[in-house]
């Protein structure tokens, strides 16, 4: 994959040059998209017209958890598609008559359904898979058809809890470290559960929990990650060149969804670690489930065995709690609110004359709402806050000196998807935030500075898929961003091309700008100092 990527903005005196740029943009991809929809709904490689649709929910036949990024085929006519982060998919421009439509997802049984569709019908079937079996034993991989009206991007990577769960892990299963293993992704160190993707920086990753951004991830100084694996539904990691209606991120983003809960029936569990204790609730409420995850270190008995011991910490301790509520309006509606809060401490002893007291954690609140006009059209409205703080105390001799910050993100976004046929899929959507970052640094003589920031922003971006052929698919978006501070404005277009070869391979190329506001300093070495 081909990735060309920008950071920084346009200064002041080019606003009005870019912003009639990014407008004759949008004008010619709406133009140009619209014109390639209008050549008609027939069938691009054999000219029948095709006018059924499938569509539906897949699920977790134990849990009814809604699977994100399953995978929907139909061999005969090497059609498929994946779903959504609702668990929906769509095929349109489908020939009327009796069809074998194949579901799978990682970490399930593979399903397969007959249907017969109608002319000028719109059909829905819900499916509901199977997990397997739990143990990782040998995998055999079988090449297949891979030729699909929406597979997944090259650079994407799915994870599934059962995934997380079943990999090897350092004490006990973890998000980030998962990721260790995957192509593309290295360590930062050994002990740091932090990831270089394609050789970026962490702070090159923006990572986000059911839309959230999360700015420090960590549990003790980078050992664990703060996603409880109780609590994760669904990891999707863009490894870069990411469409359109992603943004913020130099290089890749890592969109965590937790999970809904089990609709079916009361569940739950304790797990008691070395390091950790874990606990999880789960179960089904007459308009939808819930899920309550906790969280907490133990860590404190090991510590005591080297109590007193230099560069060895007198105390640390964390904690996380997530929660999550869905509830099921209709058909057409559903909505969920979520939160996320996890804290560490940790005093440490450098010296005999030198000691560290540090305090950081995170927050977060997410509400989306999803609704349905068709089967074709619908649209996601989210609502996120999220909080990082840090406060650290450093004693030298008989010097105290104190550094207190915080950011404070709140934004608002809404997106539309059409799924017009064969042809072309729209997604537009829009983004507003405002984002405070102050910071405080307190020395034996007083104040040394305070810095109080606070910045607003928004975003729209357009984007189509466009497949001229069953072999051929062509991703075209452009991402305008305007940022107050400063009075920023810049276009962000992006492209990615894709050709199946042969049964089961593809070609694809990335093309891109890529834009990354710098809202906080990670330090390798101490999550906990990060500002």
């Not at 027939?42 to 000219?47: I, K, L, Q, R």
């Not at 990572?207 to 003790?220: E, F, M, Q, S």
């Not at 950081?360 to 990082?388: C, E, M």
């Not at 400063?486 to 894709?498: E, H, K, N, V």
């Amino acid at each position: 994959m081909v990735t060309y990527t920008i950071s920084g903005c346009a200064p002041v005196k080019r606003l009005t040059s870019l912003y009639f740029r990014c407008h004759s943009l949008l004008i010619i991809c709406s133009g140009l998209c619209w014109a390639l929809a209008a050549l008609g709904q027939e069938n691009p490689e054999t000219g029948i017209q095709h006018s059924a649709s499938l569509s539906g929910f897949v699920t977790d036949s134990i849990s009814g958890e809604r699977l994100a990024g399953a995978h929907i085929s139909i061999d005969e006519l090497n059609r498929g598609t994946t779903t959504r982060r609702s668990g929906y998919y769509v095929l349109t421009d489908l020939p009327a008559g009796q069809l074998r439509v194949r579901y799978s997802f990682v970490g399930f049984q593979s399903q397969e359904q007959l249907v017969i569709l109608d002319a000028q019908t719109a059909h829905q079937m819900d499916v509901g898979l199977i997990p397997s079996a739990g143990t990782l034993g040998e995998v055999t991989v079988t090449a297949g058809p891979a030729i699909g009206e929406d597979t997944k991007d090259a650079g994407l990577a799915l994870l599934g809890p059962e995934t997380i769960m079943l990999l090897p892990s350092l004490f006990e299963p973890d998000v980030l470290r998962s990721m260790h293993r995957l192509p593309g992704i290295s360590a930062v160190s050994d002990y740091s559960s932090n990831v270089h993707i394609r050789g970026g920086h962490p702070s090159d990753t923006q990572i986000l929990i059911d839309g959230a951004r999360v700015y420090n991830p960590t549990h003790a100084f980078g050992l664990f990650s703060t996603f409880n694996p109780d609590a994760v539904g669904a990891v999707h990691l863009h490894k870069g060149g990411y469409p359109a209606n992603q943004g913020g991120s130099l290089g890749s983003v890592l969109d965590i969804r937790s999970k809904s809960g089990n609709r079916n029936e009361l569940h739950g569990g304790i797990s008691v670690g070395l390091l950790a204790t874990r606990a999880y609730l789960e179960g089904p409420h007459p308009k939808g489930s819930y899920m309550l995850a906790i969280r907490r270190s133990t860590m404190g008995g090991l510590l005591r065995l080297f109590s007193g011991t230099i560069g060895v910490p007198e105390s640390m301790r964390f904690y996380d709690v997530n929660a999550k509520v869905t509830f099921d309006l209709s058909r057409d509606d559903s909505f969920a609110v979520s939160g996320y809060r996890g804290a560490d401490r940790t005093k440490l002893l450098v010296s005999d004359e030198i000691a560290h007291d540090m305090r950081y954690g995170n927050s977060t609140v997410a509400g989306q709402w999803i609704h349905f006009f068709s089967d074709k059209l619908h649209s996601t409205v989210t609502a996120t806050y999220s909080r990082y703080y840090s406060a650290a105390q450093m004693l030298i001799g008989e010097t105290t000196s104190r550094r207190n910050n915080h950011v404070d993100d709140t934004t608002i976004q809404g997106d539309l998807q059409y799924y017009s046929g064969a042809r072309n899929d729209w997604e537009l959507g829009w983004r507003l935030s405002r984002l405070a970052a102050p910071h405080r640094v307190e020395t034996h003589s007083g104040l040394g500075y305070h810095w109080q920031p606070v910045v607003h922003y928004a975003s729209l971006y357009i984007q189509d898929t466009y497949r001229p052929s069953r072999r051929w698919a062509i991703k075209a978006g452009v991402r305008a961003t305007y940022l107050g501070e400063g009075t920023y404005f810049y276009a962000a277009p992006r492209l990615t091309i894709s050709r199946f070869v042969g049964s089961s391979s593809r070609l694809q190329a990335s093309l891109g700008r890529y834009y990354q506001q710098m809202t906080q300093v990670t330090d390798e070495v101490l999550a906990g100092l990060d500002y």
